[in-house]
């Protein structure tokens, strides 16, 4: 389980396939004298190996057969209930059911830093503004946790907002995002995942400048305008359609004042 957990492929036709041939006739004999939470581990890494021959060609496997017989003897196993959420996203399946399998996942106790890895992977490979919201929900929830942030998960929320600079704020994210994640909840997601570039004095101006548009998007006039302002000095290194935005954005706030 271990071996297939860690597995990297090779660079042939069917990069999983040599190493997967040899790994599942041991998980096979281990189904044999198992039961319970172990036997449902076993059954939901068999389908994990379905999972990369499928990813190898094999179109034929159907790894959720496994998953969901390894949930039928076992409701909240962890490997599980995540592999059948994160296949049901990879296939285009039903996202609220995936939904729930992760809820349950995190509910099981077991392997949550497994789960959140692929949680991240699942909610990536999804596109338009569904895997915006979907990945700025968990982003959210792991900072409502207190959980620590993933090391990719930067990088993988940074796309949300670079897409969105040459817009206005008050349409990008657009509302369907808006309406999963609040734009206050956004804010503060932002400021947690980038606390450390945003703090230090050689900031990057991209990251003060979607602080700023997050700011105002949440409605504080006040901070987002000094931050705005701040900014006016490097617009000339920024696309010019970012240093109008910024001047209209100065403008508007400034005539809310009080």
């Not at 994990?48 to 998953?67: E, K, M």
């Not at 949300?160 to 995002?177: E, F, G, H, L, N």
């Not at 004095?201 to 701040?230: F, I, K």
Request: glycine content about 8%; some cysteine.
């Amino acid at each position: 389980m271990n071996w297939l957990r860690d597995i990297r492929g090779d660079a042939g036709p069917s990069p999983f396939k040599t190493i997967v041939d040899q790994l599942t006739p041991v998980l096979n004999r281990g189904i044999l004298s198992a039961s319970g939470e172990r036997r449902a581990d076993l059954q939901a890494w068999l389908g994990w190996s379905d999972f990369l021959r499928w990813r190898d060609g094999q179109r034929d496997l159907d790894p959720a057969r496994r998953y969901r017989a390894a949930l039928a003897g076992d409701s909240l196993n962890v490997f599980a209930n995540a592999m059948l959420a994160h296949w049901l996203l990879w296939s285009n399946g039903d996202r609220d059911e995936a939904t729930r399998h992760f809820a349950r996942a995190v509910a099981s106790g077991r392997e949550l830093g497994f789960v959140r890895q692929l949680q991240l992977a699942a909610y990536s490979d999804l596109s338009g503004p569904e895997g915006d919201a979907a990945l700025l929900r968990f982003a959210n929830e792991l900072r409502l946790g207190n959980e620590t942030p993933l090391p990719r998960l930067h990088s993988r929320i940074w796309p949300v907002y670079y897409r969105c600079q040459a817009q206005d704020p008050a349409t990008c994210p657009p509302p369907s995002v808006d309406r999963e994640v609040s734009p206050g909840d956004q804010l503060a997601t932002f400021r947690w995942l980038y606390a450390d570039s945003l703090t230090s004095p050689d900031g990057r101006v991209a990251l003060r400048y979607q602080l700023a548009r997050l700011e105002d998007r949440a409605g504080m006039r006040d901070s987002a305008l000094a931050h705005y302002r701040a900014l006016s000095p490097d617009l000339s290194g920024m696309d010019p359609r970012i240093g109008a935005l910024v001047r209209s954005a100065i403008g508007r706030l400034a005539r809310q004042a009080p």
